[in-house]
T-cell receptor
């Protein structure tokens, strides 16, 4: 069974600071990887996803993530955060091929101070 | 519909009562998931439907929890004899669910916040 670890549970940054949120997964086969975001008072929505090809994927609002297969990692990055990025971020994984449930990490609460 | 719809958005109940939570997925999505979001626990998988059948019920925490889906569309999650530890936000999500087409991206509803007093 797959599992996901998010190392930072609560991150506080000032505006314009750079962001990197760690995500590691555990699964022996081929996976699809996702980052979802939940803004205050809103539902979860997809930020970006990786299926195949270029391991550096770009998502909405200037976010990107890099899949490093040898490290089983899919860290989320943004060079310069804004106050509007304050939200909770979830890393998720599902195994490729057939049905495999999407497993989520515990989430990281990001607070950006103006 | 345009998005995943869940009702009620808020439910306060007394310990020991039964509750029903409803999910209406995106039209044409054959896969439907229930998750539970508790403080500090992330998203806990409960059950997955493909059409009307549930090939994966592994996440249901106890036999007080059950779910069904009818007509390949609306799903109901029922919690019997609610306990205080059942208090959480219950999230429903849907995806295409079709082999070769489904990228695994989930579309979430707003959730049903359950408070058990």
């Amino acid at each position: 069974a797959q599992s996901v670890s998010q190392h930072n549970h609560h991150v506080i940054l000032s505006e314009a600071a750079s962001l990197e949120l760690g995500c590691n997964y555990s699964y022996g086969g081929t996976v699809n990887l996702f980052w979802y975001v939940q803004y205050p008072g809103q539902h979860l929505q997809l930020l970006l996803k990786y299926f195949s090809g270029d391991p550096l994927v770009k998502g909405i609002k200037g976010f990107e993530a890099e899949f490093i297969k040898s490290k089983f990692s899919f860290n989320l990055r943004k060079p310069s955060v804004q106050w509007s990025d304050t939200a909770e971020y979830f890393c998720a994984v599902n195994a490729r091929g057939g049905y495999q449930k999407v497993t989520f990490g515990i989430g990281t609460k990001l607070q950006v101070i103006p | 519909g345009a998005g995943v719809s869940q009702s009620p958005s808020n439910k306060v109940t007394e310990k020991g009562k039964d509750v029903e939570l409803r999910c209406d997925p995106i039209s044409g999505h054959t896969a439907l998931y229930w998750y539970r979001q508790s403080l500090g626990q992330g998203l806990e998988f409960l059950i997955y439907f493909q059409g009307n059948s549930a090939p994966d019920k592994s996440g249901l925490p106890s036999d007080r929890f059950s779910a069904e889906r009818t007509g390949g569309s609306v799903s109901t999650l029922t919690i019997q004899r609610t306990q205080q530890e059942d208090s959480a936000v219950y999230l429903c999500a849907s995806s295409l669910g079709r082999t070769g087409l489904d990228t695994g991206e989930l579309f979430f509803g707003e959730g049903s916040r359950l408070t058990v007093l």
